[in-house]
């Protein structure tokens, strides 16, 4: 009983629409509603139905449902005898509506329209669907509408003569001529770009373009009126099918323009099953299944517009320049889309403002991914070039390498030769033959690396001496040509002479190459000189008592020397902490580094097929009066028998004629002279870590 009687109050307080507009348009609100529960009701019996609700809003949303929505409001006619009004349906994607005229319990005026209906079948065809008021004077009526749709029920209603009628589709026909000649301007100017780049990113854009283009002039109902007026198949389904395949080729256009099976390979793959949802809702579609597809499609876009969003942020982190572009296209296009969807999920309120701005973020949205395409022009032009100058360097360092390297190999074996020969001869006692082999094993590889080390910048002088001395003389070529010629006091025909010598030896191009070859023998003696820096730091040769040293240049200039035995498959991580300077012999224990560290690199290349990220490890630690450093790798490590015997002289694991067994024995010693301890930690199948932890102090009082 109480909610009869709140029915009949809201009833009583709708107020009454009074047709006295003049030539302006009304909105129609303050209507009451009946939905229909399986039943196909008829306006006689719903006219003394006491099952309408009040619904106090311009733009009522019905969401999405089969059954049909009644609508009842009330309108006095107060204006003019003869002057004529009409009701004015703003959203053109309802399938059909029944309109009843009602005065004193029964139907003065029956009129049907709709978007199943025949264009010219209308009252006046347009997009719009508009109804005949045909009240008299002094009257009161009761409008009733029965609205069916597949799409979301959405009512946005207004009443008004012809002329204010008129005035607002002339004024939607401007705004939608606009809203054409940006996209049709757009469409013609990106494909001329893909006939002259041959770049498919720009067909995909072009047929980006267009679906969107067809997907909201269905949307707006300009399809309708236009293109297909009696054709209520694509009528119902034009809406879904266009914005479906415009989304499908927009994440087409995602993966190429953003790269993301580059960058993004797993977000990529999640594209992929976004593309097979889109399939479901086009077959539903074409199938008939309308309202299941348009609610499945609106959480669908729902997903897909952030996923984009945040795919194409993902890519501008990893220095994408592009992405920045199309982040800021993808926004624009972004809100209107999400204002759209959360107006048609009955999240936010309907109104026509929010209805025409899903086409003014795509307009605004594919004028700014025509700049985002410009500046991927630019982009790849750049990379090419970066590309191409890589790729030359290379392959002069690839040529200077083995110009040079049989007759170094040469070299470099002759004088191992006669190291290993001068110290057979000059042993004098198995300890002391022992050691000085050892020592000379550690030279040796010195040798080596600084050997490779050192090709290059050789190369470059070597190399670059004859190329200069050839463009000197064109240029002194061009220099007497002007002096001869000029004694003929520079006639035309002496001016068009020397222009020719210029033009033979290409002048400007010889500029060019004397500095590229300049800075070419510059670079090289920089090298030149950093190496042989890291060899006198390692070495030490002048160092032969206690020193203060940083123990992080020696660490340093170890790992350049022994960075050619990595052959760029080792990665090597300095964790060096803030520690201070200590008192060492520098030489000493540059050694010790350097066994250690080769020890490390053997245990690595052995088992690269087997190991997936070979690495060392370096970390520095200040710790108390002490400094602590460990060398770790994460090898195949040793087992317990093995870990138990490597500081034995002689001890070995390595091949005949491979190794002393005397490389960590001296490194043993070494430590010990130094009043510091040397420990290995390691598990077979775990890695090796040695510790060595070293006083700060050597000779000098610590309080000093």
């Known amino acids: 009983m109480l909610v009869f009687f709140v029915k009949i109050f809201f009833f009583l307080y709708a107020p009454v629409l009074q047709l006295d507009i003049g030539s302006t348009m009304v909105d129609v609100s303050n209507y009451e509603f009946l939905m229909e529960n399986g039943k196909d009701l008829e306006i006689n019996d719903v006219i003394y139905s006491s099952d309408f609700l009040p619904i106090l809003s311009k733009n009522p949303n019905f969401g999405l449902g089969e059954q049909a929505v009644w609508l009842r409001f009330k309108v006095e006619s107060t204006g003019k005898k003869g002057e004529k009004k009409y009701l004015v349906i703003n959203n053109p994607n309802l399938d059909e509506v029944n309109f009843y005229l009602v005065r004193d319990g029964k139907v003065r005026g029956n009129q049907t329209s709709g978007r199943i209906h025949d264009l010219y079948d209308r009252l006046v065809p347009s997009r719009k669907i508009i109804f005949d008021l045909e009240t008299k004077m002094g009257g009161m009526d009761e409008v009733y509408l029965k609205i069916k749709s597949s799409d979301k029920r959405i009512v946005s209603a207004s009443i008004a003569g012809m002329q204010a009628i008129n005035n607002r589709l002339n004024f939607e026909n401007i705004l939608f001529g606009i809203f054409t000649g940006v996209f049709?301007?757009?469409?013609?100017?990106?494909?001329?770009?893909?006939?002259?780049?041959?770049?498919?990113?720009?067909?995909?854009?072009?047929?980006?373009?267009?679906?969107?283009?067809?997907?909201?002039?269905?949307?707006?109902?300009?399809?309708?009126?236009?293109?297909?007026?009696?054709?209520?198949?694509?009528?119902?389904?034009?809406?879904?099918?266009?914005?479906?395949?415009?989304?499908?080729?927009?994440?087409?256009?995602?993966?190429?323009?953003?790269?993301?099976?580059?960058?993004?390979?797993?977000?990529?793959?999640?594209?992929?099953?976004?593309?097979?949802?889109?399939?479901?809702?086009?077959?539903?579609?074409?199938?008939?299944?309308?309202?299941?597809?348009?609610?499945?499609?609106?959480?669908?876009?729902?997903?897909?517009?952030?996923?984009?969003?945040?795919?194409s942020i993902f890519i501008l982190k990893k220095g994408f320049k592009p992405a920045r572009y199309f982040l800021i296209a993808w926004s624009v296009f972004m809100v209107g889309i999400f204002i759209f969807v959360l107006t048609q999920m009955g999240l936010m309120p309907f109104s026509p403002t929010y209805f025409y701005m899903m086409p003014f973020g795509a307009t605004l949205g594919v004028i700014l991914l025509s700049f985002a395409l410009a500046d991927r022009i630019n982009d790849q032009k750049r990379e090419n070039e970066k590309e191409q100058r890589e790729k030359l360097k290379l392959l002069e360092e690839h040529e200077s390498r083995i110009i040079e390297q049989n007759e170094f190999l040469e070299e470099k074996v002759k004088q191992r030769t006669e190291e290993l020969e001068l110290t057979l001869h000059n042993l004098q006692n198995t300890q002391i033959q022992l050691v000085n082999q050892e020592k000379m094993a550690s030279l040796g590889q010195l040798t080596a690396g600084i050997a490779h080390e050192i090709n290059n910048p050789i190369n470059f002088v070597s190399s670059n001496i004859s190329p200069l001395k050839r463009d000197i003389n064109d240029l002194l070529e061009v220099v007497n040509a002007y002096r001869e010629k000029g004694k003929l006091e520079f006639t035309d025909s002496s001016k068009k002479a020397l222009k020719q010598v210029e033009d033979d030896i290409e002048f400007d191009y010889i500029l060019k190459e004397i500095d590229q070859l300049l800075r070419g023998m510059e670079e090289g003696a920089k090298r030149t000189v950093e190496i042989v820096k890291g060899l006198r730091l390692f070495s030490r040769v002048d160092e032969q008592d206690v020193k203060r040293v940083d123990i992080h240049d020696g660490i340093n200039s170890t790992l350049i020397l022994l960075n050619s035995s990595m052959s760029g498959k080792i990665q090597v991580y300095r964790e060096f902490g803030n520690i201070p300077i200590i008192e060492c012999l520098p030489g000493k224990l540059n050694q010790v580094f350097m066994n250690i560290i080769t020890n490390a690199i053997h245990a690595l290349v052995e088992n690269l097929d087997k190991i997936t990220d070979p690495k060392i490890t370096i970390r520095t630690i200040h710790i108390g009066e002490k400094i602590r450093i460990e060398i770790e790798d994460n090898g195949f490590g040793m087992p317990a028998n093995v870990k138990q015997r490597i500081f034995e002289p002689f001890f070995t694991t390595k091949a005949v004629g491979k190794g002393t067994g005397l490389g960590l024995s001296i490194v043993y010693t070494i430590i010990e002279n130094h009043k510091g301890t040397l420990e290995v930690r390691t598990a077979q199948g775990k890695g090796t870590n040695f510790i060595i932890t070293l006083p700060i102090y050597q000779n000098t009082p610590q309080h000093d």
């Open 184 to 311: 049709f301007g757009l469409f013609f100017y990106n494909l001329f770009l893909y006939f002259s780049l041959n770049d498919n990113t720009y067909l995909i854009y072009v047929a980006y373009i267009l679906l969107v283009w067809l997907g909201q002039t269905s949307i707006l109902g300009f399809a309708q009126e236009l293109i297909w007026p009696n054709w209520i198949w694509m009528n119902l389904r034009s809406n879904v099918l266009f914005s479906v395949l415009g989304s499908i080729v927009a994440l087409m256009f995602v993966q190429s323009f953003l790269k993301t099976e580059v960058y993004l390979p797993k977000l990529d793959k999640g594209i992929q099953v976004i593309y097979i949802v889109y399939g479901i809702i086009l077959a539903g579609t074409v199938l008939g299944f309308l309202t299941i597809t348009y609610a499945v499609f609106l959480v669908t876009q729902a997903i897909v517009i952030p996923y984009a969003f945040l795919i």
